[in-house]
């Protein structure tokens, strides 16, 4: 089969715990453009934070970004799908987790809206170096009722994050997506948004078959686009539920993965 398109989540499958790409990875992503593949990031950062990697590694075609929720062009910024957040549902998602002291973000046009200022966000800010707007709201269950997020991420201790969504798919789950992007972080989007769903649209948009299609991630987030794919490929450092429904697992993120990967299977 000869691959066309290859979707790279980011942290923790090209993108390592410094945020650094290792010179292996970038070198084999270089060398699968020109062989004439189409590269892009499928992630769960939003689309300014997900730019500088695109830059990093000289990708040009349409981003996957919030999860799945917006594809939108490196080369222009103009947006090819977007979908966003029921107000009512996202609110009373919010209520939850402030009820329970949980610091949220909520992501509406490219701008991180919180209740208050705590060091979970210096914790958050931390994976996101380019330097995102942040807006303090007094009344934040009322600003994302009246303007649609994008998406909402929350953060706690990882013992913590996997009951705080099984309790919100409980109370909203018939309303938008939960899923788990880091040992720290939930996230939220609107009902039927995930990667998978974003990268069948994109190979739709660019006339690609299914079986054409390479995915590669590490974390419950990308389950659905690395089972959608042709060929979908678990990091070695995937945790187990994503390695089980794999094509095949590769080498860990310290070892290149991605690399071997494009060098096995694309090149």
């Given at each position: 089969m000869?691959?066309?398109?290859?979707?790279?989540?980011?942290?923790?499958?090209?993108?390592?715990?410094?945020?650094?790409?290792?010179?292996?990875?970038?070198?084999?992503?270089?060398?699968?453009?020109?062989?004439?593949?189409?590269?892009?990031?499928?992630?769960?950062r939003m689309y300014g934070a997900a730019m500088p990697f695109a830059r990093l590694l000289d990708i040009t075609a349409p981003l996957i970004c919030y999860q799945g929720a917006v594809i939108q062009n490196a080369s222009d910024a103009h947006i090819r799908f977007a979908v966003t957040m029921p107000g009512a549902a996202t609110a009373e998602a919010i209520?939850?987790?402030?009820?329970?002291?949980?610091?949220?973000?909520?992501?509406?046009?490219?701008?991180?809206?919180?209740?208050?200022?705590?060091?979970?966000?210096?914790?958050?800010?931390?994976?996101?170096?380019?330097?995102?707007?942040?807006?303090?709201?007094?009344?934040?269950?009322?600003?994302?009722?009246?303007?649609?997020?994008t998406k909402v991420l929350f953060v706690a201790q990882p013992e913590q994050v996997a009951p705080l969504l099984a309790d919100l798919d409980a109370r909203v789950g018939d309303r938008l997506m939960t899923t788990q992007s880091h040992a720290l972080f939930g996230e939220l989007t609107a009902l039927g948004v995930n990667k998978g769903v974003a990268l069948a649209e994109l190979a739709r948009q660019l006339d690609i078959p299914r079986d054409a299609v390479v995915a590669i991630g590490d974390?419950?987030?990308?389950?659905?686009?690395?089972?959608?794919?042709?060929?979908?490929?678990?990091?070695?450092?995937?945790?187990?539920?994503?390695?089980?429904?794999?094509?095949?697992?590769?080498?860990?993120i310290a070892e290149d993965g991605v690399a071997v990967a494009i060098e096995q299977f694309i090149l």
């Open positions: 000869q691959y066309r398109l290859l979707a790279l989540d980011l942290d923790g499958t090209v993108v390592n715990h410094d945020l650094s790409v290792s010179p292996r990875v970038r070198k084999a992503i270089e060398a699968a453009q020109r062989a004439g593949v189409i590269v892009t990031i499928a992630t769960g209520a939850y987790l402030l009820a329970r002291d949980v610091f949220v973000v909520a992501y509406i046009d490219e701008v991180l809206h919180i209740a208050h200022k705590r060091p979970e966000l210096d914790v958050y800010l931390s994976y996101h170096p380019e330097g995102a707007e942040v807006r303090v709201c007094q009344d934040f269950q009322a600003v994302v009722h009246a303007n649609a997020p974390q419950a987030n990308d389950l659905e686009m690395v089972e959608w794919a042709g060929l979908g490929l678990a990091m070695g450092n995937a945790i187990l539920p994503l390695k089980a429904i794999a094509n095949h697992i590769l080498p860990t």
